[in-house]
């Protein structure tokens, strides 16, 4: 789809008869482009235009609207620290400084979030925005504006300022290298100046790219085409008994709900519930969905995080540790931008000295420490997205039912502008529950017939979810990053509403806690895992969990808290989501702490950051090592297996064979029964799939359909161990000792625009790989790769810190690929290989420290009045 920015977009005229002319006018094009880029190779002009979008890193910089000098040091990583006097200075500061490194990413990201995209990459987009603008992200944050307070608005206001400051002085391709580019394909794009709007959309692309639960609501009801029930239903199995929960000790509070409730019971009150009527509906609106995971990376769904804290009690320093890796999309650049914000001196205006990750395009440190509390967050994925089938008036296409009688949608006109062609003009249609997917997805006018639920001769799928409300993320970095102690840290957590996550905390006095906030439904019936009525009240949210019923923990009696997107309590009063993470990534951690036979230090916590133990291997080898084999060729490769520590690490002959096993495995026992979207990727689901199967010998899962004989377990783990050896041999030869892990397992961070386009010197120009790596998506150095598409990392730990409460200038981070946006800068891909081997850089903290290691220091002064 990426490509498509380009080669859809840009490379071919608007539409028109396949004639010969046009054929070769498509060609010249092309040809001309390739020349052109081939051109700037050879003169030197990449090596001009790049330089000169580097930033200026030394030296001083007059910006209009300082109030006061502001002093930027860089490490050698090219971690900026910022001094201000005053908190305006200091956000919009942070706003140059983040335009200086990152406006590229900043530009396109703020596309994404007002579907916008065609303005700058042309007609290949339109589908794309259409979808956008359907959900209304801008929209929504407008209303955020509106609503948003004094403090806020000014610190929203001066980091817009700073960004526009920087892009007063900066057009084209003193930007960034790529606006050289997209000057030969849309030659008329300007970036416009920088609105607080874009700074909050960014918080709507991240809770949809971490919370797109209602892709799990379409698959289950799309298997039912060609599935029963409970065939279905052993593909989503419930949370499993052997696994951790993050708070395993507290009791159960008085809510006015069911006692009895149980996450495990919510699975069988599904099966009435389930609409495989709307299968054709939901099969058409995976399209633009898919669309957007190109350009914002691999579905939210079981790609999750680490993080944990230790109590002092369980350390070395006497002082808790937390540790924090969020597994997000192989981006390029780096999703996140390290940066120190610091008030000098610290006052009731200018309440800030922090340092952590922040994201290009919105102020603060989203991750990180301040001179008090640290904390960190992994995704809760909980449900907050529901899909409502609602009763279309067949007189008044623009009126839905509702209890009996016809309301009147909201419609609203968007008008979508095209690079090189004509705007398009779209309606978007509302009914209470929010914008109808239909529109956007013309299959959604072909339901079948239902079973048990009434589908209307004319109808539409709408889409309810907490974050097309107005929410309060935007206070809650500032009011984290300027905490002091755990009341003022749960007092931030509670605007922290959407995206949910969970967050882990220490301060310097020795506390540990964990706090879940966010807008969670309470719903009248159901459990949102399959659409739902939309006609009357059944199945309507009745409000949210409040924040005081939300899960917590101070200070737990076990020493620790471990959190990897696993069930967060037994017998929670509440449904939170019934497609937990299955836990595997949280029994290593918890396992690698409780069981500890000495007190951790920070070098263990860096060794738990990076273990690769496979627990799937646990319950596969055995079955390996007792089938039958035939041949010594196989019983050769065998041998890797049995002495092996289940470590998936890059050099190692066992890990390469055991994870291209596993992948001839899921294609043997389920691509037969289940359609090409849906082959299995390999996660965690598919581990605890695979756990209850292999207690099944003569599962009719087993069977190949295609084949006229009855295969068992034993026969399909003997064939997927032949096929994996036949591919190992082929691809890195006869002898299994020279089998590598990492050779296979690599990643390759690519530019998410013109890195995708298909042209293969734009693409060398920005895109850098290929890297081997080690893990997979389910150890605890979780580097993701699907076995329904290839071995190459699609998701990674995108940053990994340690933080020690103890000493913070001991505190250890490191991300990838770098902190610059620029291709060819040094501190473009410089932390790569600290990143894949699991090694780190200090997180500078104390002023004195700070000025030690700098390595470029920035003046940012006020300009005087002409």
């Given at each position: 789809m990426c490509g498509g920015l380009i080669n859809n977009a840009m490379l071919r005229p608007a539409p028109m008869r396949r004639s010969r002319k046009f054929r070769l006018l498509k060609a010249l094009k092309n040809f001309v482009i390739l020349l052109l880029v081939l051109g700037l190779l050879l003169v030197g002009c990449v090596t001009y235009n790049v330089r000169q979008s580097f930033p200026v890193e030394n030296g001083a910089i007059a910006l209009s609207g300082l109030k006061a000098e502001v002093s930027v040091q860089r490490d050698q990583w090219g971690v900026p620290h910022i001094y201000a006097a005053n908190s305006h200075d200091l956000f919009m500061a942070q706003g140059y400084i983040h335009a200086q490194d990152r406006f590229?990413?900043?530009?396109?990201?703020?596309?994404?979030?007002?579907?916008?995209?065609?303005?700058?990459?042309?007609?290949s987009q339109i589908t794309t925005d259409k979808y956008l603008r359907t959900m209304g992200w801008a929209r929504v944050a407008q209303q955020e504006i509106a609503q948003v307070n004094a403090q806020m608005k000014g610190y929203l206001e001066a980091y817009a300022d700073g960004v526009n400051a920087y892009l007063a002085e900066h057009q084209g391709s003193k930007l960034s290298l790529e606006y050289a580019v997209l000057k030969l394909l849309n030659p008329g794009y300007k970036p416009e100046p920088w609105q607080m709007l874009h700074s909050l959309t960014w918080g709507k692309v991240m809770a949809y790219d971490l919370g797109r639960n209602f892709e799990r609501e379409i698959e289950r009801t799309i298997l039912l085409k060609t599935l029963n029930l409970a065939q279905v239903e052993e593909l989503f199995p419930p949370y499993p008994q052997d696994l951790p929960v993050i708070l395993p000790d507290l009791q159960q509070r008085k809510t006015g709900e069911d006692d009895d409730f149980d996450e495990t019971e919510l699975i069988a009150s599904s099966i009435v519930e389930a609409k495989s009527a709307i299968t054709p509906a939901l099969e058409s609106i995976t399209k633009p969905m898919l669309a957007l995971e190109e350009l914002i990376g691999s579905r939210g769904i079981g790609i999750g995080s680490n993080n944990w804290v230790i109590s002092g009690k369980r350390t070395s320093t006497g002082k808790p540790i937390l540790a924090n890796d969020p597994h997000l999309a192989v981006q390029l650049p780096s999703i996140w931008y390290e940066v120190g914000l610091h008030c000098i001196p610290k006052s009731a205006e200018c309440p800030y000295n922090v340092t952590g990750f922040s994201f290009a395009g919105m102020l603060g440190v989203i991750i990180g420490h301040s001179d008090r509390i640290a904390w960190g967050v992994t995704n809760v994925e909980p449900d907050v997205m529901d899909l409502y089938i609602e009763k279309i008036n067949p007189d008044n296409p623009n009126q839905y039912e509702v209890n009996g009688k016809w309301v009147d949608m909201q419609l609203v006109q968007e008008t979508i502008q095209v690079a090189l062609n004509q705007p398009i003009v779209q309606t978007v249609r509302y009914t209470r529950h929010g914008p109808i997917l239909s529109d956007v997805s013309p299959k959604l006018q072909q339901l079948s017939a239902n079973q048990g639920v009434e589908i209307p001769p004319q109808y539409a799928v709408a889409l309810r979810w907490t974050a097309l409300e107005p929410a309060t993320l935007g206070y809650a970095i500032p009011l984290l990053n300027r905490a002091q102690n755990w009341e003022e840290f749960r007092t931030a957590a509670k605007n922290f509403d959407v995206p949910a996550q969970n967050l882990v905390y220490a301060d310097v006095d020795g506390n540990i806690g964990y706090q879940m906030p966010g807008k969670l439904p309470i719903r009248a019936k159901g459990n949102g895992r399959y659409p739902v009525p939309g006609w009357t009240d059944e199945y309507e949210w009745l409000g949210y969990i409040d924040f005081e019923q939300l899960p917590k923990s101070f200070n737990p009696p076990q020493g620790y808290i471990v959190t990897a997107n696993n069930l967060v309590q037994n017998k929670y009063p509440y449904l939170i989501t019934t497609d937990w993470v299955y836990g595997y990534r949280a029994q290593r951690i918890v396992e690698m702490i409780a069981q500890a036979d000495q007190l951790l230090s920070l070098l263990d916590?860096?060794?738990?950051?990076?273990?690769?133990?496979?627990?799937?291997?646990?319950?596969?080898?055995?079955?390996?090592?007792?089938?039958?084999?035939?041949?010594?060729?196989?019983e050769a490769a065998r041998q890797l297996l049995i002495n092996w520590n289940m470590q998936l690490e890059m050099s190692s002959p066992a890990a390469a064979l055991f994870e291209v096993f596993w992948k001839h495995l899921l294609a043997d026992t389920f691509h037969d029964q289940l359609p090409q979207e849906y082959f299995p990727d390999g996660g965690d689901r598919w581990y605890e799939v695979m756990k209850n199967l292999v207690k099944q010998p003569n599962s009719s899962w087993w069977d190949?359909?295609?084949?006229?004989?009855?295969?068992?377990?034993?026969?399909?783990?003997?064939?997927?161990?032949t096929e994996a050896v036949n591919e190992l041999e082929q691809i890195q030869g006869k002898d299994p000792n020279s089998w590598n892990w990492g050779k296979l397992h690599t990643v390759t961070f690519r530019n998410a625009t013109l890195g995708k386009s298909g042209v293969a010197p734009m693409e060398a120009l920005f895109n850098r790989g290929n890297f081997a790596t080690g893990g997979n998506g389910e150890t605890v150095n979780a580097n993701r790769w699907k076995a329904n598409q290839s071995f190459e990392v699609t998701d990674i730990p995108s940053l990994r810190m340690i933080v020690d409460l103890n000493n913070l200038d001991k505190s250890v981070a490191i991300h990838t690929p770098g902190q610059s946006g620029h291709a060819f800068h040094k501190h473009y891909t410089d932390m790569v290989d600290y990143w894949r081997k699991i090694e780190y850089h200090p997180m500078l903290w104390e002023k004195e420290i700070v000025n030690t290691n700098t390595a470029a220091t920035l003046k940012l002064i006020p300009k005087l009045a002409s």
């Amino acid at each position: 789809m990426c490509g498509g920015l380009i080669n859809n977009a840009m490379l071919r005229p608007a539409p028109m008869r396949r004639s010969r002319k046009f054929r070769l006018l498509k060609a010249l094009k092309n040809f001309v482009i390739l020349l052109l880029v081939l051109g700037l190779l050879l003169v030197g002009c990449v090596t001009y235009n790049v330089r000169q979008s580097f930033p200026v890193e030394n030296g001083a910089i007059a910006l209009s609207g300082l109030k006061a000098e502001v002093s930027v040091q860089r490490d050698q990583w090219g971690v900026p620290h910022i001094y201000a006097a005053n908190s305006h200075d200091l956000f919009m500061a942070q706003g140059y400084i983040h335009a200086q490194d990152r406006f590229w990413q900043m530009d396109f990201w703020r596309h994404i979030g007002s579907g916008r995209l065609s303005e700058m990459f042309g007609s290949s987009q339109i589908t794309t925005d259409k979808y956008l603008r359907t959900m209304g992200w801008a929209r929504v944050a407008q209303q955020e504006i509106a609503q948003v307070n004094a403090q806020m608005k000014g610190y929203l206001e001066a980091y817009a300022d700073g960004v526009n400051a920087y892009l007063a002085e900066h057009q084209g391709s003193k930007l960034s290298l790529e606006y050289a580019v997209l000057k030969l394909l849309n030659p008329g794009y300007k970036p416009e100046p920088w609105q607080m709007l874009h700074s909050l959309t960014w918080g709507k692309v991240m809770a949809y790219d971490l919370g797109r639960n209602f892709e799990r609501e379409i698959e289950r009801t799309i298997l039912l085409k060609t599935l029963n029930l409970a065939q279905v239903e052993e593909l989503f199995p419930p949370y499993p008994q052997d696994l951790p929960v993050i708070l395993p000790d507290l009791q159960q509070r008085k809510t006015g709900e069911d006692d009895d409730f149980d996450e495990t019971e919510l699975i069988a009150s599904s099966i009435v519930e389930a609409k495989s009527a709307i299968t054709p509906a939901l099969e058409s609106i995976t399209k633009p969905m898919l669309a957007l995971e190109e350009l914002i990376g691999s579905r939210g769904i079981g790609i999750g995080s680490n993080n944990w804290v230790i109590s002092g009690k369980r350390t070395s320093t006497g002082k808790p540790i937390l540790a924090n890796d969020p597994h997000l999309a192989v981006q390029l650049p780096s999703i996140w931008y390290e940066v120190g914000l610091h008030c000098i001196p610290k006052s009731a205006e200018c309440p800030y000295n922090v340092t952590g990750f922040s994201f290009a395009g919105m102020l603060g440190v989203i991750i990180g420490h301040s001179d008090r509390i640290a904390w960190g967050v992994t995704n809760v994925e909980p449900d907050v997205m529901d899909l409502y089938i609602e009763k279309i008036n067949p007189d008044n296409p623009n009126q839905y039912e509702v209890n009996g009688k016809w309301v009147d949608m909201q419609l609203v006109q968007e008008t979508i502008q095209v690079a090189l062609n004509q705007p398009i003009v779209q309606t978007v249609r509302y009914t209470r529950h929010g914008p109808i997917l239909s529109d956007v997805s013309p299959k959604l006018q072909q339901l079948s017939a239902n079973q048990g639920v009434e589908i209307p001769p004319q109808y539409a799928v709408a889409l309810r979810w907490t974050a097309l409300e107005p929410a309060t993320l935007g206070y809650a970095i500032p009011l984290l990053n300027r905490a002091q102690n755990w009341e003022e840290f749960r007092t931030a957590a509670k605007n922290f509403d959407v995206p949910a996550q969970n967050l882990v905390y220490a301060d310097v006095d020795g506390n540990i806690g964990y706090q879940m906030p966010g807008k969670l439904p309470i719903r009248a019936k159901g459990n949102g895992r399959y659409p739902v009525p939309g006609w009357t009240d059944e199945y309507e949210w009745l409000g949210y969990i409040d924040f005081e019923q939300l899960p917590k923990s101070f200070n737990p009696p076990q020493g620790y808290i471990v959190t990897a997107n696993n069930l967060v309590q037994n017998k929670y009063p509440y449904l939170i989501t019934t497609d937990w993470v299955y836990g595997y990534r949280a029994q290593r951690i918890v396992e690698m702490i409780a069981q500890a036979d000495q007190l951790l230090s920070l070098l263990d916590v860096e060794l738990i950051q990076g273990d690769n133990r496979n627990l799937n291997a646990k319950t596969l080898v055995p079955l390996l090592k007792a089938i039958s084999l035939d041949t010594l060729q196989l019983e050769a490769a065998r041998q890797l297996l049995i002495n092996w520590n289940m470590q998936l690490e890059m050099s190692s002959p066992a890990a390469a064979l055991f994870e291209v096993f596993w992948k001839h495995l899921l294609a043997d026992t389920f691509h037969d029964q289940l359609p090409q979207e849906y082959f299995p990727d390999g996660g965690d689901r598919w581990y605890e799939v695979m756990k209850n199967l292999v207690k099944q010998p003569n599962s009719s899962w087993w069977d190949n359909r295609n084949t006229p004989t009855l295969e068992n377990r034993d026969t399909i783990v003997r064939q997927a161990f032949t096929e994996a050896v036949n591919e190992l041999e082929q691809i890195q030869g006869k002898d299994p000792n020279s089998w590598n892990w990492g050779k296979l397992h690599t990643v390759t961070f690519r530019n998410a625009t013109l890195g995708k386009s298909g042209v293969a010197p734009m693409e060398a120009l920005f895109n850098r790989g290929n890297f081997a790596t080690g893990g997979n998506g389910e150890t605890v150095n979780a580097n993701r790769w699907k076995a329904n598409q290839s071995f190459e990392v699609t998701d990674i730990p995108s940053l990994r810190m340690i933080v020690d409460l103890n000493n913070l200038d001991k505190s250890v981070a490191i991300h990838t690929p770098g902190q610059s946006g620029h291709a060819f800068h040094k501190h473009y891909t410089d932390m790569v290989d600290y990143w894949r081997k699991i090694e780190y850089h200090p997180m500078l903290w104390e002023k004195e420290i700070v000025n030690t290691n700098t390595a470029a220091t920035l003046k940012l002064i006020p300009k005087l009045a002409s």
